[in-house]
């Protein structure tokens, strides 16, 4: 009997342990994610994620009602005539359609290197006509697939543009910030006269990035690239689009990348 009763405390005692364990050990466990969750929101990048995600999904950032382009009748040259389109402020607008459709032509209608023939561009509700074109080229950036860099380094390249705006040049370290964001891996004396055409045209993108426009157009920015740095490059533009309340307006002929990327899609030709 004493035998037994020894057997069945041993017994208690080993459940009450195991169950004073768990308790102990789900608390740890709720503590270390209480600690993560304040770390990851103490970063920068991870709260700006998260707010631009929330932006995006609650409409926040951009009302979705709000036209950032609309054009009516409009002709370039009395030779390409567009349907009239609208482009929603705050979303991912792809321009998609055939070789020599007009696309290209369209950005430069719309940050005023070009002028329509007939027709009208509405940009924010009011006629572009009323727009000074440099002033107009402050908000709405154009990022063609030619792009013109200065026979410098990288770093003197966004010097020089920024001294055109008369804004103060940014840091080192801000400079590789928007070149990471391009995928870009380069010391910033790196000279710009040996980078290929479409490594120029990412250094082109980091600057015009971060004078912060309001629109941003860019054509074919992921033409000389694989697959996955494509999907990189696009993926870190729109975030960084998304959370600096940026619009981006793209021109591509991957399937793939305005498949996955696309939340409105205009098609021109």
């Known amino acids: 009997m004493l035998l037994l009763l020894s057997v069945l405390n041993f017994y208690s005692i080993q459940k009450d342990v195991r169950y004073v364990s768990g308790i102990f050990l789900n608390y740890t466990a709720i503590k270390i994610w209480q600690i993560t969750v304040i770390i990851l929101l ?119 543009f920024y001294s055109f705006r008369a804004k103060k040049p940014l840091d080192d370290e801000e400079i590789k910030k928007y070149l990471d964001i391009c995928c870009l891996d380069f010391p910033l004396n790196g000279d710009c006269k040996v980078l290929s055409g479409g490594e120029r045209q990412r250094v082109y993108i980091a600057i015009y990035l971060s004078l912060l426009p309001r629109v941003i157009l860019l054509d074919e920015p992921t033409s000389s690239l694989d697959d996955d740095n494509s999907y990189k490059v696009v993926e870190n533009i729109i975030l960084f689009c998304k959370i600096n309340g940026i619009t981006p307006i793209i021109i591509s002929h991957d399937n793939k990348v305005v498949s996955k990327f696309s939340e409105n899609i205009v098609r021109i030709g």
Do not use: C, M, W
């Open 42 to 160: 103490q970063s920068k990048a991870f709260y700006d994620i998260i707010l631009a995600k929330l932006r995006f999904h609650i409409g926040e950032y951009a009302n979705l009602n709000d036209e950032i382009f609309k054009t009516q009748g409009l002709i370039f040259n009395n030779q390409i005539h567009y349907k009239d389109l609208t482009v929603p402020a705050g979303v991912v607008t792809f321009v998609i359609g055939k070789n020599g459709s007009g696309k290209t032509t369209l950005f430069k209608l719309f940050n005023k290197t070009l002028t329509p023939s007939d027709g009208n561009i509405l940009y924010l509700g009011r006629q572009l006509s009323e727009f000074d074109p440099i002033t107009l080229r402050k908000e709405v950036s154009l990022i063609s697939q030619s792009v013109y860099l200065f026979d410098s380094n990288i770093k003197e390249n966004f010097d020089l």
